[in-house]
């Protein structure tokens, strides 16, 4: 290339040279990415006709490579297409569109794609971060099962002739002499340590997986596109995150309130805890999503209210109350007795139930039957180019509007995913009013995990049994609702929206976690839920340090490439780590903070 032709590619960026040799004939390039559905086409660039036979005009432009393209070629002149191209470009490949004209007994019109330089693995830094964590887990299993057998574990003793290492083997690495993996009693001390008779180390498992997948999201995931947010319809890894932590949220609201009330608590003491914690949880988000404190003064009109720590605070609110209401005292003969009538978890929340079920329908109802000015009524989808760019003002539609009009564009977020592939205008914030009924709903379900957890506490076989009845419920109404189609369903999965398929879907995938925690963590013992039972027990600190300390050293540094995925997903990776290693310390220390 000569420097006239010369384009700087970043990130997920390819070089293609688009090479005219049409006579007379002048071209404009269109471009859409295949993952954009329903979308109008984009100009990309104008080539000009070429100046002689032989000699091509030739126009280099960057096109993404994080999904398959669309290449439209038309006739400038006659705004008629001449080609078009389907193609996935490699990350920095270098690549020629030939257009001319050929005869084969017939004029025809040929356009040819040539790799001139092939693209790197732009993957390859992540599956080699895998394969180390993988050959890391391996190994400290093995070193663990070594030091499980006694005669392994006497020889370290004598060689080292120490006994505090010998204490710290058969504390901290277990020993079938002190302790019996099948008997469900899994460091009881530990649990007194926090306070409750009913925490479960796979609950808090569960929560630090989701937590540790968030941070590392959040600080970018090595920017790859598979660790961002969907534009619209579909899942992504970031996508799973917050419906599980609010899932695991749910649980842990019946597992602590259960304790709490056993302890003599009174419920309008217990009311008052809760209308405090929903506050601080509400202010705490509301000052996490506004930094602009480090930029100058934030005018009040430009406040973002909703935000994750916000939902959280009014979907604990609400899911607390409801089972503070309705809680019973007689339930406690249930885990007294390890003995509960067959659908007893669900049974005894009829009024709870009744509830979540007259909230969904108020969602569907003002989803898919509110007016909305401009814009079909139901409309589901992102608004911008999109639809053929029929409504672009209509994002997120009956939830776009609602908030629009309670809390003013100016207290959104003004950069939604959907302006990646959409190019949506309006502002639109996933964690919006609507969708709050639906995270409510998410956190009910997990809430009856944690009925059955205690209602049938010691029964594993009718734990086990229930999670996979509702895993495989939820999941068949997503199949029905999706039509197992990510755009062509009846309500498709969608994390702006919170749509009800996007519960119910990751509603089945965190029972099958549970399914496989529970008795891997707490039945049989065979892992101690580590690294993530660690920010699993201090969750809202790990949150709030990792949202304000984000552009601070060490969790963010200069880095040599800007425009590396290596450098990009190591960064990430050690700055995930250290929350890791803060959790642990913390935990040691038994520094916990709660609100």
């Known amino acids: 290339l000569d420097k006239k032709r010369h384009v700087e590619l970043k990130m997920d960026q390819a070089l293609l040279l688009i090479h005219n040799e049409r006579l007379g004939t002048n071209l404009t390039v269109y471009w859409k990415s295949e993952r954009c559905y329903c979308c109008l086409f984009q100009f990309l660039v104008n080539v000009s006709q070429s100046g002689k036979p032989g000699k091509p005009s030739i126009v280099a432009v960057s096109v993404s490579t994080q999904h398959r393209s669309v290449l439209q070629i038309n006739d400038t002149l006659e705004e008629k297409e001449v080609c078009r191209l389907e193609y996935k470009f490699g990350e920095f490949g270098n690549y020629s569109v030939l257009v001319k004209d050929t005869y084969n007994g017939v004029s025809e019109i040929a356009c040819d794609l040539v790799v001139n330089k092939n693209p790197v693995d732009s993957d390859l830094p992540v599956s080699i971060a895998f394969l180390i964590g993988l050959s890391l887990v391996i190994a400290i299993s093995f070193l663990r099962l070594l030091l499980s057998l006694d005669d392994f574990s006497n020889w370290i003793s004598k060689a080292i002739n120490s006994r505090e290492t010998d204490r710290l083997i058969n504390s901290e690495l277990g020993s079938p002499s002190r302790a019996d993996p099948l008997s469900g009693d899994i460091q009881p001390e530990m649990w007194r340590q926090v306070g409750s008779p009913y925490r479960l180390r796979c609950v808090d498992t569960f929560r630090g997986l989701a937590l540790i997948l968030m941070v590392f999201v959040n600080y970018g995931g090595g920017k790859y596109w598979y660790f961002k947010h969907s534009s619209w319809n579909g899942l ?104 509960c009538p067959f659908l007893r978890d669900i049974t005894a929340s009829w009024p709870q139930w009744l509830f979540i079920l007259i909230l969904e329908s108020i969602w569907l109802g003002l989803t898919f039957l509110l007016p909305v000015p401009g814009c079909p009524t139901g409309y589901l ?3 911008g180019i999109g639809d053929f760019g029929k409504y672009p003002n209509c994002t997120g539609g009956a939830a776009g509007y609602i908030d629009r009009l309670l809390l003013g564009d ?22 919006g009013i609507l969708g709050t009924i639906n995270s409510i709903v998410m956190a009910f379900l997990g809430v009856q995990a944690g009925k059955i957890l205690l209602y049938y506490k010691d029964q594993t076989k009718d734990i086990l049994i229930r999670f996979t009845v509702w895993c495989f419920i939820l999941g068949l109404i997503s199949v029905a609702l999706t039509k197992v189609s990510e755009n062509e369903a009846f309500i498709p999965i969608n994390k702006n929206l919170w749509s009800i398929s996007y519960v119910t879907t990751l509603s089945s995938f965190a ?25 699993g027990m201090n969750s809202i600190l790990v949150y709030v340090g990792h949202e304000v300390f984000e552009d601070y050293f060490p969790f963010q540094w200069k880095l040599k490439d800007n425009q590396s995925h290596k450098e990009h997903l190591t960064q990430n990776i050690v700055a995930t780590a250290l929350w890791v290693l803060i959790a642990y310390i913390l935990y040691k220390k038994k520094i916990f903070w709660k609100i």
Not at 410 to 430: E, I, N, R, W
Not at 515 to 535: H, Q
């Open 410 to 431: 100016d207290h959104l977020y003004q950069h939604p995913s959907s302006a990646v592939l959409y190019h949506t205008k309006v502002a639109y914030d996933p964690e």
């Open 236 to 339: 992504t890894v970031a996508d799973l995150v917050f419906p599980w932590f609010v899932f695991i949220m749910g649980s842990s609201i019946f597992l602590s309130m259960t304790s709490i009330l056993q302890r003599g608590c009174s419920k309008f003491k217990l009311l008052g805890k809760i209308a405090w914690r929903s506050f601080l949880l509400i202010c705490i988000g509301i000052f996490i999503v506004n930094p602009n404190y480090c930029l100058g003064p934030l005018s009040w009109d430009k406040v973002r209210i909703p935000g994750v720590l916000q939902r959280l605070g009014v979907t604990y609110f609400v899911v607390a109350v409801l089972e503070l209401l309705f809680a019973k005292p007689m339930l406690e003969n249930c885990v007294l007795e390890r003995s």
């Open 511 to 535: 029972f099958f976690i549970l399914l496989v925690l529970y008795p891997v963590v707490d039945v049989r013992g065979l892992w101690t839920g580590a690294p993530f039972f660690y920010p």
């Open 381 to 383: 989808g992102p608004g």
